[in-house]
């Protein structure tokens, strides 16, 4: 088995929070059969929490002793390092908090960071995400800010509207169907045509799929810039992080050069990683560390025939292509709900129904990654 562990970084000391909540609730049994005989095998050495509750992880990361690890590791979905996210922006040392990269082992049924890093194959399996998690090297990954009244929250996968949104929390009670419960909400929202009115804001960068496409290609025949770094090279920065479009509270400059509509919305979809979960690639050229958010649009007006076909799609990317589809790089965006309840998810997890917006802040974490 030697050859299974030959590029295994040496010597690093690994926190583990499974939560045994995600997905199906399989996440105890994935760490026990799976994950914890190859941390061992690698030689590696961890220490494991099981969250309790919801936050658990988040309490967890604003107390961290992060001299003390190479990485913060999750068996679980999304929600759990979207936690720790925002536990470690709480810090005073937030900046250099987020230097301590992040692994994900898939347990939840969003997974959409193991599905981004590994592919729609690999993605759900739990050995081949600690293998790149024990070998892998620090990748800088954008996070997006998110302001809503007087909150500041943070996201690193998606931020979304109208039936995204609808299918990801309002199918909690499917929790049982893992990752296929957001087939079958889908399904059923595209099928009574459900729509959500807000208004939309957004500084575009490309509105011309062809040209995103192309820029996607380009930018991933580069070499990754990897971010790795010892302790000792980390530098004690203590930079606030500061929203250059101002957040919520500031007026929409036209200087700034924002689009502003106002409409019937099947979904709006802010993104930083292709995968949302399994067999659904809606955003396939988002780019972790561009600096920018991608935005996938579907018009309320969409019709029965054109979700389905734009749904099917989205297995493999191919509904941005859809001529009723808009897909745009954007600096920012802004939602304002017309309606007085509903659905925002940020990265799987409930917010208040409220206006928000979202700015991307370029390399602000990193994912361990082969
Ligand atoms: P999934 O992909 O299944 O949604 P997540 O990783 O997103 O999985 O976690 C879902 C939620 O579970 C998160 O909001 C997290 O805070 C919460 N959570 C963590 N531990 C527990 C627990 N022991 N009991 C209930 N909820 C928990
Ligand atoms: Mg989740």
Not at 65 to 69: L, V
Not at 108 to 111: A, T, W
Not at 273 to 290: C, E, F, R
């Given at each position: 088995l030697g050859h299974v562990y030959k590029d295994v970084k040496q010597g690093r000391h690994y926190k583990i929070l499974v939560n045994p909540?995600?997905?199906?609730?399989h996440a105890q049994k994935i760490w026990q059969n799976t994950a914890e005989p190859l941390f061992k095998a690698s030689g590696s050495t961890y220490d494991l929490t099981l969250t309790t509750h919801r936050y658990h992880a988040k309490e967890i990361a604003k107390e961290l002793?992060?001299?003390?690890?190479d990485a913060v590791c999750s068996i679980s979905g999304d929600g759990v390092l979207h936690e720790v996210i925002n536990g470690f922006m709480e810090r005073p040392d937030a900046i250099l908090a987020h230097k301590l990269p992040l692994g994900a082992i898939p347990g939840?049924?969003?997974?959409a960071l193991s599905f981004s890093l590994l592919?729609?194959?690999?993605?759900?399996?739990a050995s081949n995400a600690v293998l790149a998690i024990l070998k892998g090297r620090a990748m800088p990954v954008d996070l997006c800010s998110v302001t809503q009244g007087q909150t500041r929250t943070f996201s690193f996968v998606l931020q979304s509207f109208g039936l995204i949104a609808d299918v990801d929390l309002g199918s909690e009670h499917l929790r049982w169907m893992g990752g296929a419960r957001f087939t079958m909400a889908a399904l059923g929202k595209v099928l009574a045509q459900t729509t959500a009115g807000c208004e939309l804001a957004y500084l575009p960068v490309e509105t011309d799929v062809q040209k995103i496409h192309a820029q996607y290609n380009a930018q991933r025949a580069q070499p990754v810039v990897w971010a790795d770094q010892t302790h000792d090279e980390m530098d004690e920065d203590h930079k606030e992080i500061t929203d250059v479009y101002g957040g919520i509270h500031a007026s929409l400059k036209d200087s700034d050069g924002w689009v502003i509509e106002k409409d019937q919305y099947a979904t709006v979809v802010g993104a930083k990683?292709?995968?949302?979960?399994?067999?659904?690639?809606?955003?396939?050229?988002?780019?972790?560390?561009?600096g920018l958010v991608d935005l996938l649009i579907f018009p309320g007006d969409m019709g029965r025939a054109a979700g389905l076909q734009a749904l099917i799609a989205s297995e493999t990317g191919e509904h941005i292509h859809n001529e009723k589809v808009r897909y745009l790089k954007v600096k920012a965006f802004r939602v304002t709900p017309a309606a007085s309840s509903g659905y925002i998810s940020l990265d799987g997890e409930h917010t208040p129904y409220e206006p928000y917006q979202v700015e991307a802040h370029r390399g602000l974490i990193s994912v361990l990654s082969v």
């Open positions: 909540f995600g997905g199906q609730g002793d992060i001299r003390k690890y939840g049924s969003g997974n592919g729609e194959d690999h993605g759900n399996h990683l292709p995968w949302i979960s399994k067999g659904s690639v809606t955003h396939p050229a988002a780019l972790p560390n561009d």
